[in-house]
């Protein structure tokens, strides 16, 4: 899903030189994260933790006078279909890719590729049917779907990273780490999505499902119920252009 630059670890400020006020991307980051307007800033990316050519903070000045016409308005037409993985409460971060597998580099396709093959490993015994089959580096489970607290833990950017290398492209959770949620956005490898109800206890692994994101809706195929899903909002986009770099880049607040 996501572009190079997604498979790091991000953190962004963007400081405007005419009024002194600090601007981040997008809504649900922090509190402080809303883009509305655009005027002359500097954007200082911080040093990625995964990126072993970036030795030092880049500094860029631009200048626009107004919202960049490429920012995309939604993802209204954005769909998932295929089987889901079903999960309880608090899954952390071990569970998800234990630190073992850390050593391995995001930014190197091979690794990147190793790295999904690890993806949800660290779950207990009592999940019979593993995330990932022996011998396979992919899933065949499309959609994640998950409890309370989902990815807490560590605040390792490798969680999400893993989980998209795997395959999947969204998770569906009643409630999420904050940490686990933003890293989500920050590398464009999976949508964080909530759930409205514990659709955890309604699914089973294996069963077919569809997200719709226009319509903020989970369909299960199997047992033909709807579920209603919290908007990702504008999360979306930046997920989509395949990360908070590769967005930036897309609507010219950096260059490309």
Known sequence: MAASLSHASYSATFTSSASKTTVSLPSRFSPSFNVSTFSPFTVKPLN???NPHAQRAITTIMHATSAPSSIPSDTSTKT???LC???GDNIDTDQIIPAEYLTLVPSNPAEYEKLGSYALIGLPSSYATRFIEPNE???KYTIVIGGANFGCGSSREHAP???GAAGAKAVVAESYARIFFRNSVATG???PLESEVRICEECRTGDVVTIE???SRLINHTTGKEYKLKPIGDAGPVIE???IFAYARKTGMIPS
């Open 161 to 163: 990273v893993a989980l």
């Open 48 to 50: 990625s933790t995964f």
């Open 189 to 191: 490898e999976v949508y």
């Open 85 to 87: 993985y079903v999960v």
């Open 241 to 243: 252009a395949g990360g």
């Open 80 to 82: 998932f279909h295929g």
């Open 137 to 139: 580096s992919k899933t």
């Open 213 to 215: 994101l226009g319509e």
